[in-house]
């Protein structure tokens, strides 16, 4: 089995139906970035993969579990798989440091030092080891989705979910973070992006994907991608965004 | 003698919710009254008159209830009024409720943005003109459902004046169970009554405040 | 005027004020901290429990805030014993306050638990927290931080709200007016000096709650 199945997934919200028989398989290793309008289903097709939306009809598996069983260990399967919000999210009145260990010393049980190694570890590795004692509101944006990816990576992850990390952030502060990102994708971490940056998707991603009205589109390797969209609906999509 | 509670002890209780009644209205009349005042000098521009108001706030807001019922009960004959119960309680609640209330409507008269004084300013409104027919009528919405919240508050402040032997719906109950002997059953009607009363009133001002939300 | 007021007198009963101002403060200790609590888990109740709970925990939260405190007061000591529970006079005063504590407790928390953002809550799933350990990590100390100042301003209002159990004669600071004024005759002297010594009680409250807002919530 691959290590994420969606099969003929389906989702509503009361009668709205945001998902249509979403059929979609991704490899470990792989790199996709998810593309669309706003109110295509991407957003949601992410959260369904970590469980935060369920849904009503079709299969989801995720490395072995059956997300869609209401039965399934959500909470073992989401320490493998970290996701990083577009509004950041991180807790207020935490500590950076704390909010990094905070995952590790309760759902690991990781003692305490071993944690604060941790958390030492994975801010390095996102350029703000120097942030372990500040507050959230003491950061600026792109330091913050930093900071929310490093709270990520501290699981340990076999997946990484994005969901639209950078659409928040002034333009000179999206740089930075998707540096951290092609750092993450040079050292073969499972990586599943919702994104409007067209050009890093080209560049970094495996695999493009692109969601109309609740379905997947069109899908293809992200080098042709862009060049020769096949189907009218894509061709329009990306004239309208790559002015 | 323990007798059974009748349905004439239950009508003595029903009656009672008068006195009750009446208290709260002379409370609010009061309580209204000082209030404004409170209300007006606590969002003035006066410095002086803004350190009174809340001192007047502080003073009665950190001081029991019934001490104040005993305070001007007790007070009042000193300066020479002779005063039935019901008229030390209607004083003294209303300095109570005058504090709250006039934290209320302080409250309201301030969330009204300058930018409704300025557009007043703006179309040639004197201060007064301002106040009418700009700032009131729209600090009033604002200050209804906290105001209908208080009036809750009353109702069960009035159970106090039982204390100072003012016969409304508690000490009618004191009364009651001193005839019966069945306190259970006759404080469980007496909660029941006030239930009755305030329970109405509660709902009514969560759809007033939930109506204001979705509008503004 | 022809009345000299004489608060000598009231003075030389400090020992009955001070007896007094002694059980009120550890009665408004204990409801304070009982009835906290338990009103923060009442609100959570309200907050995230199955239907049929909420439901229990919404009646008896409507039921306590829509009826006096002296009733509740009533029913537990003198009514109580007409089915055959009877409590000392200490007990049913803390008994009958921590009961309508919780439940204002719980109104305000409420209020402050919802006021946190689902994002919040997400987040903590989304790192594998359960239930429980979200509501212990995440989301408490900023609900409570967001309705402090209701929270203690409703704490000041029961110590103050403790001179009801006068009226069953519990001798808390209240209760020690009625014990001088019998030994002075001197009503009015008696009821202003508790009164100021009220006052001056919730104003050091006030301040205390102040200071403990910084030490928990202020940070570096």
């Not at chain 1, 994420?4 to 059929?23: A, C, H, P, W």
């Not at chain 1, 951290?180 to 971490?189: N, S």
């Not at chain 2, 008229?87 to 300058?114: C, D, K, M, N, Q």
Request: aromatic letters at 10%.
């Amino acid at each position: 089995m691959s290590f994420i199945e969606l099969k003929s997934v389906v989702k509503r919200y009361g009668t709205n139906q945001v998902l249509r028989n979403v059929d979609l398989t991704v490899e470990k290793g792989e790199i996709i970035a998810v593309i669309g309008r706003s109110g295509s289903g991407k957003s949601t097709m992410l959260r369904c993969i970590n469980g935060l939306e369920p849904v009503q009809g079709g299969e989801v598996w995720v490395d072995g579990v059956a997300v869609h069983d209401a039965s399934a260990d959500m909470r073992a399967l989401r320490a493998r798989v970290g996701i990083v919000f577009q509004s950041f999210n991180l807790f207020p009145h935490l500590t950076v440091e704390r909010n990094i260990t905070l995952g590790p010393m309760i759902v690991k049980g990781m003692p305490g030092e071993q944690a604060a190694a941790l958390a030492r570890d994975v801010l390095r590795k996102v350029g703000l080891e120097e942030k372990l004692k500040s507050y959230a509101d003491q950061l600026s944006g792109g330091q913050q989705q930093r900071v929310a990816i490093a709270r990520s990576l501290a699981m340990a992850p076999h997946l990484m979910l994005f969901d639209e990390i950078t659409s928040a952030l002034d333009p000179e502060l999206v740089g930075e973070v998707l540096l951290v990102l092609e750092g993450m994708a040079r050292e073969g971490m499972t990586m599943l992006l919702v994104t409007h940056e067209m050009s890093f998707a080209r560049r970094v991603a495996h695999r493009v994907i692109f969601m109309h009205q609740g379905k997947v589109w069109e899908q293809g390797p992200a080098k042709d991608f862009f060049e020769s969209p096949r189907t009218d609906e894509l061709k329009n999509f990306l004239r309208a965004v790559l002015h | 003698m323990i007798r059974e509670v009748a349905w004439q002890d239950v009508m003595y209780l029903v009656f009672a919710i008068r006195w009750t009644l009446l208290l709260t209205l002379l409370a609010l009349s009061g309580g209204s009254l000082v209030g404004l005042l409170v209300a007006a000098g606590g969002a003035s521009g006066s410095l002086v008159l803004r350190n009174l108001a809340r001192a007047y706030v502080g003073l009665v807001q950190g001081i029991p209830l019934l001490a104040w019922l005993f305070i001007f009960y007790f007070g009042l004959s000193i300066v020479g009024f002779n005063v039935p119960p019901w008229v030390a309680a209607t004083v003294g609640f209303s300095i109570y409720a005058g504090a709250f209330l006039g934290e209320i409507w302080r409250g309201a008269l301030i969330s009204i943005p300058r930018t409704q004084w300025e557009a007043g300013l703006a179309i040639g409104l004197t201060y007064l003109e301002q106040l009418r027919h700009v700032i009131i009528p729209q600090a009033v919405r604002v200050a209804i459902p906290p105001t209908v919240g208080f009036i809750v508050q009353l109702i069960k402040n009035t159970s106090l004046a039982s204390v100072i032997g003012f016969v409304e719906l508690t000490r009618e109950g004191q009364l009651t169970t001193a005839a019966t002997f069945q306190p259970f059953t006759v404080y469980l009607l007496v909660a029941a009554l006030y239930f009755a009363l305030c329970y109405p009133l509660t709902r009514y001002s969560r759809t007033l405040e939930r109506k204001r939300r979705v509008v503004h | 005027m022809a009345y000299k007021f004489q608060f000598r007198d009231v003075f030389a009963q400090q020992d009955a004020i001070a007896d007094g101002l002694v059980l009120t403060l550890q009665l408004s200790a204990t409801v304070i901290a009982l009835g906290f609590v338990i009103g923060t888990l009442v609100a959570a109740v309200l907050v995230y429990a199955k239907p049929w709970a909420r439901g229990l925990a919404h009646a008896y939260v409507e039921v306590i805030r829509n009826t006096p405190l002296i009733v509740q007061l009533f029913l537990i000591f003198f009514g109580l014993p007409g089915i055959g529970i009877r409590f000392d006079v200490v007990t049913a005063s803390v008994l009958a306050l921590t009961i309508n504590l919780a439940a204002y407790t719980a109104e305000i928390v409420r209020a402050g638990l919802e006021s946190i953002p689902k994002s919040q809550i997400e987040a903590g799933v989304s790192l594998g927290l359960t239930g429980p350990q979200v509501f212990r990590h995440v989301v408490l100390l900023p609900a409570l931080k967001n309705v402090y100042p209701s929270l203690t301003s409703q704490f000041v209002l029961m110590m103050l709200a403790t001179s009801v159990v006068s009226q069953i004669s519990a001798v808390e600071l209240f209760h020690a007016g009625s014990i001088i004024q019998s030994r002075t005759f001197r009503d009015f002297e008696v009821y202003t000096v508790i009164a100021v010594l009220y006052l001056g009680l919730s104003l050091v409250m006030r301040a205390g709650f102040s200071v403990c807002y910084r030490i928990f919530f202020r940070r570096s």
